[in-house]
């Protein structure tokens, strides 16, 4: 499988608790994006790689998030001290550095995401 | 800034049908891209269609087609002979152009469902 994979599916944690997610984009895509989906919402956008340099952190990324991508390749959410407002779907998504032939825009895809409860 | 409106939280269409979902945008970067996004149940999120703002023919994917009024600043959805498998979330989202960072900007979505 060549898409975008995130890790775990799913996490039902208890308040208060620290949480990390995992996002493998796809091979040799340089662009990384993290997004968050609450209930009813359209995705957010909480923060920006290329490569291995974390360009752009959405003012939603609170202290408590921390965002990683070592070497370029898979990146780590964290989130410490969990609060239920955390509540949501963590979507990660890759794009290569420039568009495919014959196409005029860099397309972003998406993984399956990560539903994260906090209780 | 970027915004995206989207104004009809649910619709539903009779299979075979045309339907057309709603977008309107505000920017005030010269150049930028046009999205759709469809998300099933199951939670991924699936690209349909893109826009850019400086073309000059409205996009079509197959079933898909995009009418782009630049003036009125709206970038509505067209699904034409609506299948039951098209019963999902649709999400219009829009990014800069610059081939740096083009994160997306989304509107809250519309839920389409297909009655048989």
């Known amino acids: 499988d060549t898409g975008v994979s995130q890790d775990p599916r799913h996490k039902i944690t208890k308040r208060g608790q620290n949480v990390t997610f995992r996002c493998d984009p796809i091979?040799?895509?340089?662009?990384l994006y993290w997004y968050r989906q609450t209930l009813g919402q359209g995705p957010e956008f909480l923060t920006y790689?290329?490569?291995?340099?974390?360009?752009?952190k959405s003012r939603l990324l609170s202290d408590r998030f921390s965002a990683e991508r070592p070497k370029g390749s898979f990146s780590t959410l964290e989130i410490q001290r969990t609060e239920q407002g955390d509540s949501a779907m963590y979507l990660c998504?890759?794009?290569?550095?420039?568009?495919?032939?014959?196409?005029?825009?860099?397309?972003?895809?998406f993984g399956p995401g990560t539903r994260l409860t906090v209780l | 800034a970027q915004k995206i409106t989207q104004t009809q939280p649910g619709m539903f269409v009779q299979e075979k049908e045309a339907v057309t979902l709603d977008c309107t945008y505000d920017?005030?970067?010269?150049?930028?891209?046009l999205f759709w996004y469809k998300q099933p149940s199951s939670g991924e999120m699936i690209f349909l269609i893109y826009?850019?703002?400086?073309?000059?023919q409205n996009a079509t994917e197959g079933r898909y087609s995009l009418n782009f009024q630049k003036a009125r600043k709206s970038a509505n959805l067209v699904i034409s002979a609506s299948q039951l498998g098209d019963s999902a979330m649709y999400f219009c989202?829009?990014?800069?152009?610059?081939?740096?960072?083009?994160?997306?900007?989304f509107g809250t979505g519309t839920r389409l469902t297909i009655i048989p």
């Open positions: 989202a829009m990014s800069r152009q610059f081939f740096g960072n083009e994160k997306l900007t």
């Open positions: 920017t005030s970067d010269p150049s930028y891209g």
């Open positions: 998504a890759s794009s290569p550095k420039a568009p495919d032939r014959g196409q005029s825009y860099n397309e972003q895809f």
């Open positions: 826009q850019g703002s400086y073309d000059q």
């Open positions: 091979s040799e895509h340089n662009r």
């Open positions: 790689f290329q490569n291995e340099a974390q360009l752009e």
